[in-house]
């Protein structure tokens, strides 16, 4: 083998990075078209509106890749974001500090996070099947834990100067020109991705995702794994719990309602595929940039927010459908060859 | 003797260039019950999916009630009277009985479906088998022999003539067989002709008329079963000889370090005793299905163990999951590569690193780049994978490079016993011997090697000692050096007689 690859060799040589790429250009190429159709697309302010609304779907979209590269999938993420909020703003708007409400706040959402893990990887329920239970219990908690209806405004508990910074921290205030919420999702995802690609935990998520079974022999705990997995969903969930909790200013029941399938979009935009063990965290980086760049683009133009959903979806399966139709072609090009 | 109603002569098949059958010949005659034998991979199975329909032949002609034809299929010949009972038996266990005798052809009243006529056409079936089953049972709920009646009934009711019997026992009780005995005594006086395939040598005076026997995709002779002893049937069985060379090195035999003691595992994995030794390579031979598989598997903790003790350097350990077993040094190399022993979706390197991670990652966790490329180089190069570069999906790997992989990724690391699950299933002769001299070069290093094998030849030129299993017991064990493929094959066939016992047994619904 030759140990002096070139760079430009050595990433070639990394899997999934296409896809990762793909979505970027893609990205960059929705942007500049419909900056072209519009050019408030490309002032500062928008620019950088668009980057603190895809912080969501980044964080989102690195919890629902965990679970989709172990080969399953999370469909409570919506409603553990929902939690959060409520249970964050509730607490804060019956005094008890900012730390102390977070603390309990990402308890409760780890809390989640083991017990889905535990039903899919102990007890082997279909994660479908097992994280629609826990997304209906979770929301049923963010309802009840303000007696059915949405909170006070959190400055009415713990002062306006402290909900204030909270606000500040999490969606209003801005560090280097650039809002918080993005640089707390860049953040987070550069700790994930590194978990991810760098550390035994991570490879053992690809394991189980490409085969269970052998993975197993070779010595994975795979109840642990997949703990892991959808404990790291859990806790991207409450990050954003909180953001939006921050943006209101209050806790709102439906907080995060169907972001579960954001996260799935924005993975399988970037190249992880839904069926486990392939794909790069940098794609949903990707996909969620894109995801994010559609709703933006396609609100600034004018277009009707029926259109925005269909062209959103015609994307997903777009980008599904070309990944399976280059991959099958190679299947049969493969098979002619042998049969030759 | 009846009419001759099946006529198989010349047939020859080859998969991908391996020869599968050469020039084999087979007759049926009516009344008749053919038992066809040979070992796992005579070409029996190959055969009989000829006849019926599902494999088309390369050469020869089949002729059926004196008609001849040229390429069948399963409907041709369905139609023909073919019928093949299958080994894994292939019904919809959600559906019930009747639903799955007429799928397919259902009967139909003026709008819907005529349940009362199937129902009654089912019914009349399985009263001519003399079986008590109703036919709204869902199939599911029913014991496997009784599937199998269903299976027979169903080759009735579209008026089979030639019935193909594939391992019918193997799931079977005592009881349970002796009904099946009697049944086909029945199809024998409607004048149904029966092939017979079963290892249970021990049945065939029950129930055979004629045997037909083949070795290696080879007919080796057919003579009436009378006129035959057991000794001569197993001699045409394995009569092969052994023209390939193994590498066998001789090493001083060291001291015991592994011991299994009355493991008991499910039905395939009854009390099994057995150590081994330092510098020695141990075969374990006997036919599919035997447990040898289900051994290694309760060994290395993937299946949960009923009872027994493994003991390993004078310690007894507690295996609860293959990672116990690792951590102990015990490996395992399984027997299905694209199943248990590859992540096919990654690549090289990571299904190499896969098992090793705590090296490459230490305490922190954090894998290093520089560990794991040097350990993945070490495995490639000891054991000659060929390939472009270790960043390839370990799909894209032939077979035998695939083996090494699984092989490989686990002799980089100290392990005190390896256990090998047919290493060599599947790959070419030149990957063959270098697995095989990599067993070798673990005796010499005095690790263990436990090494499962249903290749006779290799068992015999490889391991030092071999342990010979049948039916989820031991039922041999002799010196390779001493023993031949026969004597193997008559500890490799020691069922216990299931037949002629009074009392039913209660085991055997555990299965199904």
């Given at each position: 083998?030759?140990?002096?690859?070139?760079?430009?060799?050595?990433?070639?040589e990394?899997?999934?990075?296409?896809?990762?790429?793909t979505?970027?250009?893609?990205?960059?190429?929705?942007?500049?078209?419909?900056?072209?159709?519009d050019?408030?697309?490309?002032?500062?302010?928008n620019?950088?509106?668009?980057?603190?609304?895809?912080?969501?779907?980044?964080?989102?979209?690195?919890?629902q890749?965990?679970?989709?590269?172990?080969?399953?999938?999370?469909?409570?993420i919506?409603s553990?974001?929902?939690?959060?909020?409520?249970?964050?703003?509730?607490?804060?708007?019956?005094?008890?500090?900012?730390?102390?409400?977070?603390l309990?706040?990402?308890?409760?959402?780890?809390?989640?996070?083991?017990?889905n893990?535990?039903?899919?990887?102990?007890?082997?329920l279909?994660?479908?099947?097992?994280t629609?239970?826990?997304?209906?219990?979770?929301?049923?908690?963010?309802?009840?834990?303000n007696?059915?209806?949405?909170?006070?405004?959190?400055?009415?508990g713990?002062?306006?100067?402290?909900?204030?910074?909270?606000?500040?921290?999490?969606?209003?205030?801005?560090?280097?020109?650039?809002?918080?919420?993005?640089?707390?999702?860049?953040?987070?995802?550069?700790?994930?991705?590194?978990?991810?690609?760098?550390?035994?935990?991570?490879?053992?998520?690809?394991?189980?995702?490409?085969?269970?079974?052998?993975a197993?022999?070779?010595?994975v705990?795979?109840v642990?794994?997949?703990?892991?997995?959808?404990?790291?969903?859990a806790?991207?969930?409450?990050?954003?719990?909180?953001?939006?909790?921050?943006?209101?200013g209050?806790?709102?029941?439906?907080?995060?309602?169907?972001?579960?399938?954001?996260?799935v979009?924005?993975?399988?935009?970037?190249g992880?595929?839904?069926?486990?063990?392939?794909?790069?965290?940098?794609?949903t980086?990707?996909?969620?940039?894109?995801?994010?760049?559609?709703?933006?683009?396609?609100?600034?133009?004018?277009?009707?927010?029926?259109?925005?959903?269909?062209?959103?979806?015609?994307?997903?399966?777009?980008?599904?459908?070309?990944?399976?139709?280059?991959?099958?072609?190679?299947?049969?090009?493969?098979?002619?060859?042998?049969?030759? | 003797?009846?009419n001759?109603?099946?006529?198989?002569?010349?047939?020859?098949k080859?998969?991908?260039g391996?020869?599968a059958?050469?020039?084999?010949?087979?007759?049926?005659?009516?009344?008749?019950?053919?038992?066809?034998?040979?070992?796992?991979g005579?070409?029996?199975?190959?055969?009989?999916?000829?006849?019926?329909?599902?494999?088309?032949?390369?050469?020869?002609?089949?002729?059926?009630?004196?008609?001849?034809?040229?390429?069948?299929?399963?409907?041709?010949?369905?139609?023909?009277g073919?019928?093949?009972?299958?080994?894994?038996?292939?019904?919809?266990?959600?559906?019930?009985?009747?639903?799955?005798?007429?799928?397919?052809?259902?009967?139909?009243?003026k709008?819907?479906?005529?349940?009362?006529?199937?129902?009654?056409?089912?019914?009349?079936?399985?009263?001519?088998?003399?079986?008590?089953?109703?036919?709204?049972?869902?199939?599911?709920?029913?014991?496997?022999?009784?599937q199998?009646?269903?299976?027979?009934?169903?080759?009735?009711?579209?008026?089979?003539k030639?019935?193909?019997?594939?391992?019918?026992?193997?799931?079977?009780?005592?009881?349970?067989?002796?009904?099946?005995?009697?049944?086909?005594?029945?199809?024998?006086?409607?004048?149904?002709g029966?092939?017979?395939?079963?290892?249970?040598l021990e049945?065939?005076?029950?129930?055979?008329?004629?045997?037909?026997?083949?070795?290696?995709?080879?007919?080796?002779?057919t003579?009436?079963?009378?006129?035959?002893?057991?000794?001569?049937?197993?001699?045409?069985?394995?009569?092969?000889?052994?023209?390939?060379?193994f590498?066998?090195?001789?090493?001083?035999?060291?001291?015991?370090?592994?011991e299994?003691?009355?493991?008991?595992?499910?039905?395939?994995?009854?009390?099994?005793?057995?150590?081994?030794?330092?510098?020695?390579?141990?075969?374990?031979?006997?036919?599919?299905?035997?447990?040898?598989?289900?051994?290694?598997?309760?060994?290395?903790?993937?299946?949960?163990?009923?009872?027994?003790e493994?003991?390993l350097?004078?310690?007894?350990?507690?295996?609860?999951?293959p990672?116990?077993?690792?951590?102990?040094?015990?490996?395992l190399?399984?027997?299905?590569?694209?199943?248990?022993?590859?992540?096919?979706?990654?690549?090289?390197?990571?299904?190499?690193?896969?098992?090793?991670l705590?090296v490459?990652?230490?305490?922190?966790?954090?894998l290093?780049?520089?560990?794991?490329?040097?350990?993945?180089?070490?495995?490639?190069?000891?054991?000659?994978?060929?390939?472009?570069?270790?960043?390839?999906d370990?799909?894209?790997?032939?077979?035998?490079?695939?083996?090494?992989?699984?092989?490989?990724?686990?002799?980089?690391?100290?392990s005190?016993v390896?256990?090998?699950?047919?290493?060599?299933?599947?790959?070419?002769?030149?990957?063959?011997?270098?697995?095989?001299?990599l067993?070798?070069?673990?005796?010499?290093?005095?690790?263990?090697?436990?090494?499962?094998?249903?290749?006779?030849?290799?068992v015999?030129?490889?391991?030092?000692?071999?342990?010979?299993?049948?039916?989820?017991?031991?039922?041999?064990?002799?010196?390779?050096?001493?023993?031949?493929?026969?004597?193997?094959?008559?500890?490799?066939?020691?069922?216990?007689?299931?037949?002629g016992?009074?009392?039913?047994?209660?085991?055997?619904?555990e299965?199904?």
């Open positions: 083998m030759d140990k002096k690859k070139s760079v430009f060799g050595k990433l070639g990394v899997k999934g990075l296409g896809s990762s790429l979505a970027f250009v893609g990205l960059i190429v929705i942007y500049l078209v419909f900056g072209m159709i050019h408030k697309v490309f002032s500062a302010q620019n950088l509106n668009l980057m603190r609304s895809m912080s969501k779907y980044v964080l989102i979209g690195i919890g890749s965990y679970v989709m590269i172990t080969g399953n999938i999370d469909l409570s919506g553990v974001v929902g939690m959060a909020a409520m249970i964050s703003c509730t607490l804060m708007s019956h005094g008890v500090p900012i730390a102390a409400a977070v309990v706040t990402v308890a409760a959402s780890i809390a989640v996070g083991i017990v893990g535990f039903l899919v990887g102990k007890f082997k279909p994660p479908f099947i097992a629609l239970g826990t997304m209906f219990v979770t929301r049923g908690i963010a309802f009840i834990v007696g059915n209806r949405n909170t006070d405004n959190i400055a009415s713990i002062g306006k100067e402290s909900a204030d910074a909270f606000q500040k921290f999490f969606y209003y205030g801005k560090t280097l020109g650039i809002y918080n919420t993005f640089w707390i999702a860049l953040i987070t995802f550069l700790i994930f991705f590194f978990l991810l690609s760098k550390t035994r935990s991570g490879r053992h998520i690809y394991a189980i995702g490409s085969n269970v079974d052998a197993r022999l070779s010595g705990n795979v642990m794994t997949t703990v892991k997995a959808y404990t790291v969903s806790i991207c969930s409450t990050i954003v719990g909180l953001i939006l909790g921050a943006q209101a209050m806790g709102n029941m439906d907080a995060g309602n169907m972001y579960e399938m954001y996260g979009a924005a993975g399988v935009i970037g992880i595929s839904p069926l486990g063990g392939a794909g790069l965290l940098l794609g980086f990707g996909g969620a940039g894109v995801w994010q760049i559609l709703e933006n683009g396609l609100n600034m133009i004018g277009a009707q927010i029926g259109l925005q959903r269909i062209v959103i979806g015609v994307i997903v399966v777009m980008a599904v459908l070309l990944d399976v139709v280059i991959r099958n072609g190679s299947h049969i090009s493969r098979r002619a060859k042998k049969e030759a | 003797m009846g001759v109603i099946v006529e198989m002569e010349h047939i020859s080859a998969f991908s391996v020869q059958l050469n020039d084999v010949k087979l007759e049926l005659r009516e009344g008749e019950v053919m038992a066809l034998l040979g070992e796992n005579a070409g029996k199975s190959t055969l009989v999916k000829i006849l019926s329909g599902v494999y088309t032949r390369d050469a020869g002609t089949v002729r059926i009630f004196g008609k001849e034809y040229g390429d069948l299929n399963p409907t041709t010949a369905r139609e023909a073919v019928a093949i009972i299958h080994q894994e038996l292939n019904m919809c266990r959600h559906l019930t009985v009747c639903e799955n005798m007429f799928l397919g052809r259902e009967i139909k009243g709008f819907a479906l005529n349940n009362a006529k199937m129902e009654e056409e089912a019914r009349h079936y399985l009263d001519e088998l003399g079986v008590d089953i109703s036919p709204r049972r869902i199939v599911g709920d029913l014991p496997v022999s009784k199998q009646m269903i299976e027979i009934a169903k080759a009735l009711s579209v008026h089979a030639v019935l193909i019997m594939d391992e019918p026992t193997s799931a079977l009780t005592s009881k349970e067989i002796e009904e099946l005995f009697r049944i086909i005594g029945r199809l024998k006086e409607q004048g149904c029966i092939i017979y395939i079963s290892h249970r049945e065939l005076e029950h129930i055979a008329d004629r045997v037909t026997i083949m070795r290696d995709g080879r007919f080796i002779t003579a009436a079963y009378k006129d035959l002893t057991m000794d001569k049937i197993i001699e045409h069985m394995v009569g092969r000889e052994i023209k390939e060379r590498p066998r090195i001789e090493c001083e035999k060291g001291e015991k370090i592994f299994v003691k009355n493991l008991n595992a499910g039905r395939l994995v009854r009390d099994i005793n057995f150590s081994l030794y330092k510098g020695e390579i141990v075969g374990f031979a006997g036919l599919m299905g035997a447990g040898r598989t289900e051994t290694t598997r309760a060994i290395f903790g993937v299946d949960p163990k009923t009872g027994g493994i003991w350097e004078g310690k007894k350990l507690s295996i609860s999951s990672l116990d077993a690792i951590r102990a040094g015990i490996v190399a399984p027997e299905d590569r694209k199943k248990d022993g590859l992540c096919t979706k990654l690549s090289i390197r990571q299904n190499i690193a896969l098992p090793n705590d490459i990652g230490g305490k922190s966790g954090v290093s780049r520089a560990k794991e490329d040097a350990l993945c180089d070490q495995a490639v190069s000891e054991l000659s994978i060929k390939t472009p570069s270790v960043e390839k370990a799909n894209t790997l032939s077979g035998g490079n695939q083996q090494k992989v699984v092989v490989g990724k686990w002799l980089v690391r100290d005190k390896v256990i090998f699950d047919e290493p060599t299933r599947g790959i070419d002769v030149g990957a063959k011997v270098e697995i095989y001299n067993m070798n070069q673990l005796k010499k290093k005095g690790i263990a090697v436990m090494f499962v094998s249903s290749e006779l030849p290799e015999l030129g490889i391991a030092d000692r071999i342990i010979v299993m049948c039916d989820g017991r031991i039922t041999g064990e002799l010196d390779a050096r001493q023993t031949t493929q026969q004597e193997i094959m008559r500890y490799a066939t020691m069922f216990e007689n299931k037949l016992k009074v009392e039913g047994r209660t085991e055997g619904k299965r199904g």
